[in-house]
């Protein structure tokens, strides 16, 4: 960025006032070996066509494989997986370990026990600055009951019911 009174600490302080979903975007790479990581940058885009769209960092050892890969899952976090989502946050070799993954659409590898999962077919690889914002359309979608994992100011939180609404 051109102005130097731009403070990159203080852009980041003030998107974290966003409260975000967590979730786990997951593949497969060309010998079918799984990949994943967590990713709060996840949104809807689309109802017809059902769009949803996430970021990756260009400085990712992962882009590669998710610029390579026809599918990808979508896996949101339930209130209960703050260990899932630092274990695929981290550097960790084995990051499916001893998760017991079932395969979804292209393959992609759907995480157990998560509040929703959306199967996607990647249509779309846009530059985002720093990033590379993917597009999938929505093949096949799961829902389950419970709270869903938040990111809010720099930590994880879970929503709670407003004490305006009834």
Known sequence: MSDSTFDDREFRNALG?????????????????????????FNAVSMDPPLVLWSLDRGSSTLPVFE??????????GSDQTAVSNRFASREEDKFGDLDC???????????DCVACFQCRTIHRYDGGDHVIFVGQV?????????????HDGAYCVAASHPETD
Do not use: I, M, W
């Open 17 to 41: 006032r966003f409260a975000t979903g967590v979730t786990v975007v997951t593949t497969c790479d060309a010998e079918g070996n799984r990949v994943g990581l967590t990713v709060s940058s």
């Open 139 to 151: 093949e096949a979608f799961e829902r389950q009951p419970g709270a869903a994992l938040l990111f």
């Open 102 to 112: 079932r395969g979804g659409v292209g393959n992609a590898p759907l995480l157990p």
């Open 68 to 77: 390579a890969a026809s599918h990808f899952a979508v896996n949101v976090l």
